[in-house]
């Protein structure tokens, strides 16, 4: 009798997980394959060091979610002394804040794809942002691709000469996590 219910117990546990696991859609970005983009009037570049985690599911957006940071001092604009100055104190002051996150709060459907709503910290301001953005996927690969805007004042970006809004383009390469 006991080892009927142990069994059932178990066979019952291996459905219920099986059935989570197929509404719960973890995804693993590629590595090297990334595009995280910015540009100003004067300067443009990239970041790398794309790591967090990425929990997004088209049909059940209730229960997806973006916690990701970027390493600052991966920044590169094609000259020494740019990123340099961009490292520097009075702009991302990388040795204070190695990181940029944005974590979601909600992911949402729009007309052509959707948005995650959340919190963007730089440096030591966080900011209530919404990224929209698409996702192309099938089988277990997928590419998330999105444009957003920044004011650099907001968040205490101080440098002269390159423009108070800074944008940024995301393309994403993901696969499934196991």
Known sequence: ???????????????????T???FV????????YAVKFSTK?????????????????LNLADSKFDVTVDVNTISTGMGLKNRHALAADFLDAERYPTIRFASHTVTPMENGFVANGNLTIKDVTRKIAIPFA???SGDEGVFRGQFELNRG???????RIGEVIA???VVPVVKQQ
């Open 42 to 58: 004067g300067a443009s570049g990239t970041l790398k060091g794309l790591k967090g985690t990425i929990e997004f599911d088209s």
């Open 1 to 19: 009798m006991k080892k009927k219910i142990l069994y059932s117990g178990a066979i019952c546990l291996l459905l219920l997980s099986a059935f």
């Open 26 to 33: 973890g995804w693993q970005v590629k590595e090297d394959d």
């Open 21 to 23: 696991s197929a509404y």
């Open 168 to 170: 940024v383009e995301l």
């Open 135 to 137: 996702f192309d996927g």
């Open 154 to 160: 907001d968040y205490n970006l101080e440098k002269k």
